[in-house]
Each structure stands twice: as C-alpha cells, then as structure tokens.
C-alpha cells in the first residue's frame, strides 16, 4: 500500500470513501516491539520541559464569531485577550495513551527540528501550517480528498481558541491521505538522517509519521456523521436502547467489505444455510444511505447485537471509536495502523482478539466463549465503551493536539516564519462562507470560549524496560485467546 503513489491513491481513495468509508485503526504487533524498544534503549528518554503554565488565561467570556465584520474587512479579527486572576490548574492525568507522544517524538528529540528537515516531509504534504504567537497561518499545497484538510484545520483553530496563546510557535506538514509514508528503515536513528517529521491519521510499526486525530472528531460531512462532542452524547443514549443482555447473541459487522481484500474474506464467515460461523455480516451501501437519508447508518441504532466485529479497511477506520462505544465487546481482527488513541486499548480488558488468517473460526469461538461466559464478556464490553466516552471525550482530543504540538514545539531549532504564499486562518475565514452540511458541523463543533483549566497533566515516558513488559503483556493475551481457540477448535473436532 505504502508504495501507491499519491495519484493511485487519489484515484482508488474516492471509490472506497463515496461508497463505503468506515476506517479503521490500529496496533501493536511483534515487530513493533523490536523497533520501539531498540529506539528507546539507544537513546535517552525524551524530555519534554512542562509547558509553562500561563499566570492568568483569558477570562471565560465567550470569543465572539463576527461573520459580518469578516465579510467587510476580509482580515481575521484580532481579538484583545482579556486576562483575570483564576488558578488555571488541571485537576486530572492525561489518559495513558498521551505516552505515545513521547514516542512518536522521539526521533527528533536529540536533534531537534530543523527548517531542512521540515522541507523534507514537503513532497507529499497537502498543507503546511504555521503558528505564531497563538494565530494559524495556512499555505495550501494540495487540496485533500473531500474535506478532511477543512474539518482537520478546523479542528486545530478550535484547539488553538481553548488553550489561546499557550502554543510556542511551530510549524508543520500535514499528510491527509490513509496511508503511512515515512519508512523507518531509510532513516539511520542513531546518527545520519534525520527522518522528515510528517503529520497524519494513522501509523504502522515500520513508520515514523507523526498521528494526529483525524478529521472526523469535527464531523465529516459527505457520509453525514457529526462532531465526535455531538455523536459520543447520541452513542450513550443508543447503548441504553437495547440492554446487553436482550442483544442478539451473534457478531455484528456493517461496513464497506470492497476496500480491502481481508474484509472480503471476512465475508466468507457470514450465515448462509450451510453453516453458521455466529456472524451477522452487511454491505453498507452510502449512495442509498444519502438518497434515503442516512436512515440506517444512524451509528446510535447500531447497538442491537451482543459482539461487533471491527476490520481494517485500506488502512486505519475512523469507525473503530463507533464500534467501541457499544457496550457489546468488540471482536477485532488483528490490526496493521494504529491512530492516536488505540496505542491506549489492552486485548481482553477492552477487546478481544480475533486471528486474521482464521477469521470465522476465530469469531465462532469468541462468540460462543462469550455466551457461555456473559459476565465477562459484558465487562469487556463496558470497558471498551467507558474508555471511549471518558478517555476518549473532546477535552481529551484537544489536549492530546495541545501536548503533541506543545511537545513538538519545543523541539524547535530555528524561529518560524510565513511567506508571502501562506494566508491567515481564522474561525471567520473558515465559516462565514461555508454552506450546509459543513457549515452546521463547524457551528456544532465551535469551541466557544477558552478553557478555564489547563490541560491535563501529561504522563511521563515509558522507559525502555517497562514499554517492553506493556507490549509484551499485550501479546501474552493475544496469545492466551489463541490458545484457547485452539483447545476449542480441538475439542470440537473430536466430538465430530
Ligand atoms: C469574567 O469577566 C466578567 C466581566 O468582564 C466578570 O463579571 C466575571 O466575574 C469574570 N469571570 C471570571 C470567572 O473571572
Ligand atoms: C458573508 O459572506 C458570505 C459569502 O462569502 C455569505 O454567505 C454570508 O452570509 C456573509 N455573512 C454575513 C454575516 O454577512
Ligand atoms: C475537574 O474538576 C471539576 C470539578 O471537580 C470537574 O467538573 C471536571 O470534570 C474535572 N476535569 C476533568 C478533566 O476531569
Ligand atoms: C449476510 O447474510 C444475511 C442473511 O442471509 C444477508 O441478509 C446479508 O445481506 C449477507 N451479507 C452480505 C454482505 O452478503
């Protein structure tokens, strides 16, 4: 896939996102182990001075949205910051999966960044972004697929109205297509080359991209699904609906199974009238979605079985946070892309594990161990849709962007500038011309006032040993499921 040319993936990417884009994400497998544990015992833990916390923000009076004054001047406002006195202090601890960060930074965090470095992850990117003093400067390099640059640019002046000023000044190259690009094998970590540091949805075990919340947290107008704030409340209600206990006791999977050949397999273990693999399998289809309304992509109504089967796409699926909000464990076949909260989920306690080259009976086994097992298999589910709803919450998506870009920052070597090329952004240069569905959805994800806490506290870096013994936790329950899927499939085998 990494080697599809930016055209090839522009021309296949349309196909796969009109008819049936539900993405994906994803995990920690065997070679990731090697490559992160090596990078971290080579080189000293990154350390990332505390941001300086403001003595006084802005005070929690609403930033005004001056569409009109916008039309006239055609200049972003320059809003006067009007300080108080309030103690600031985050009262809470980032969600383990901000560790990440540390990681993802990690190949700069000796050299720093350098303006040559960053001209280097130039060739594939769509935007380069800049942020001086706390304001957005955008320079277009090509237009993304859909809106994804708009509601991911979107998303960044949302970030940058709660936490105003508190940015030091950066820049960044933006990559909005699936798929990882920057391999870690052409770079020499200890020395050499500096990879080009290159943002993104998604990464694998053999790349360096920078992971970064993908559009779809601000609302992605072309498949109607809105702002994650809006959809996370929808989700809760949806789960209420139907108690676990009164779902259907099979495996649910509803998606688009021609992006990619495994969710074709996948479709191999559907019910038929010769056999029953305990799976309940179905081609979304988004054109009849958008003529009749969305009625039955509704994601809130998609509580109704007792396991939901989530499978990578093309690459990383923003449907994985959907999935992983029903209460209903999460069946998930063995993942390549991780996005920037996945790296968070522990097999077994948030999901369970299902083999990639042995789908159905994977999922056979998983379901009737569940049913045989309620009360587990009900807590695996609570826990997937509790992580979603507390670790996973808007104030969380922003304070992950406010650390990753804080951390980032700071790495700086050299003080940003903008060209003449670049334009500012503002929320008015966004939205007043904006129309319909995307303009509802900025309107509906408008962050409306600074925060009045700071955000939360970043947990410190893995050290070298103690990211092993996390990975290698993970894989030991991975295999501990394989293994009694394997005694399963043996005894039944002997019965027939
Ligand atoms: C914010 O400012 C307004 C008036 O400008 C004041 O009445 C209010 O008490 C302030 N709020 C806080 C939390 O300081
Ligand atoms: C500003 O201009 C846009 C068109 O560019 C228009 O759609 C919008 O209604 C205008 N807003 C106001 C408040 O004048
Ligand atoms: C911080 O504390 C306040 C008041 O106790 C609470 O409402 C808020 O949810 C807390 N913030 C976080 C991020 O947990
Ligand atoms: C799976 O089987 C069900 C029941 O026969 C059917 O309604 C559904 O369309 C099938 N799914 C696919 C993707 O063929």
Redesign the pocket.
């Known amino acids: 896939m990494k080697s599809l040319t930016r055209s090839t993936a522009l021309l296949v990417f349309p196909l796969l996102l009109i008819v049936g884009a539900l993405v994906y994400a994803r995990f920690l497998e065997t070679p990731e182990i090697s490559s992160a544990v090596a990078r971290s015992s080579t080189e000293q833990i990154l350390t990332t001075k505390s941001y300086k916390i403001p003595k006084t923000l802005q005070n929690q009076t609403e930033i005004p949205l001056d569409c009109n004054g916008y039309n006239h001047t055609g200049k972003c406002p320059n809003h006067q910051i009007s300080l108080n006195n309030q103690d600031h202090r985050s009262n809470s601890t980032c969600p383990d999966y901000f560790r990440w960060i540390h990681e993802d930074l990690r190949p700069w965090s000796h050299t720093g960044i350098t303006q040559e470095t960053i001209e280097k992850a130039k060739p594939t990117a769509n935007f380069k972004l800049v942020i001086l003093k706390g304001k957005a400067y955008l320079e277009t390099y090509e237009k993304a697929f859909q809106t994804r640059d708009t509601f991911t640019l979107w998303g960044i002046l949302q970030m940058l109205r709660k936490y105003p000023g508190m940015l030091p000044d950066l820049e960044l190259m933006f990559d909005c297509v699936d798929w990882p690009v920057v391999s870690a094998g052409q770079y020499n970590l200890d020395g050499g080359v500096d990879p080009p540091p290159l943002f993104r949805y998604c990464g694998n075990d053999a790349t360096l991209d920078i992971v970064f919340p993908d559009w779809s947290f601000w609302g992605w107008p072309e498949v109607n699904i809105k702002p994650w704030g809006i959809l996370l409340g929808e989700l809760n209600e949806g789960n209420k609906r139907i108690e676990w206990m009164k779902r259907e006791p099979y495996a649910y999977w509803k998606g688009n199974?021609t992006v990619a050949e495994t969710r074709q397999d996948l479709?191999k273990c559907?019910?038929?009238e010769k056999q029953d693999w305990n799976a309940?399998?179905?081609?979304q289809d988004w054109g009849r979605e958008s003529q009749e309304g969305y009625k039955k992509s509704d994601l809130a109504g998609q509580c109704t079985h007792k396991y939901k089967v989530y499978i990578e796409g093309s690459a990383w699926s923003v449907s994985e946070k959907y999935i992983l909000a029903c209460d209903s464990p999460t069946l998930l076949v063995k993942p390549h892309y991780y996005d920037f909260f996945t790296r968070g989920l522990i097999p077994v306690h948030h999901y369970w594990p299902i083999k990639e080259d042995d789908k159905c009976k994977s999922i056979k086994f998983a379901v009737d161990w569940g049913n045989s097992h309620k009360a587990k298999a009900h807590n695996i589910g609570k826990a997937a849709s509790n992580f979603i709803q507390e670790e996973l919450k808007m104030d969380y998506v922003y304070d992950y962007m406010f650390h990753l870009l804080n951390s980032y920052g700071k790495l700086f070597r050299y003080q940003p500038s903008i060209s003449d090329k670049a334009v500012e952004l503002c929320v008015e240069s966004m939205v007043c011309k904006a129309e319909g569905r995307e303009k509802k959805f900025m309107m509906e994800s408008l962050v409306k006032a600074p925060s009045n806490t700071n955000p939360c506290t970043m947990p410190p870096p893995f050290d070298p040993p103690s990211l092993h013994a996390h990975i290698k936790r993970k894989q030991g329950s991975i295999q501990r499921v394989e293994f009694w899927e394997k005694s399963y499939w043996e005894k039944q085998n002997l019965k027939s």
Do not use: E, H
């Open positions: 199974p479709m559907n019910v038929s309940r399998l179905y081609a």
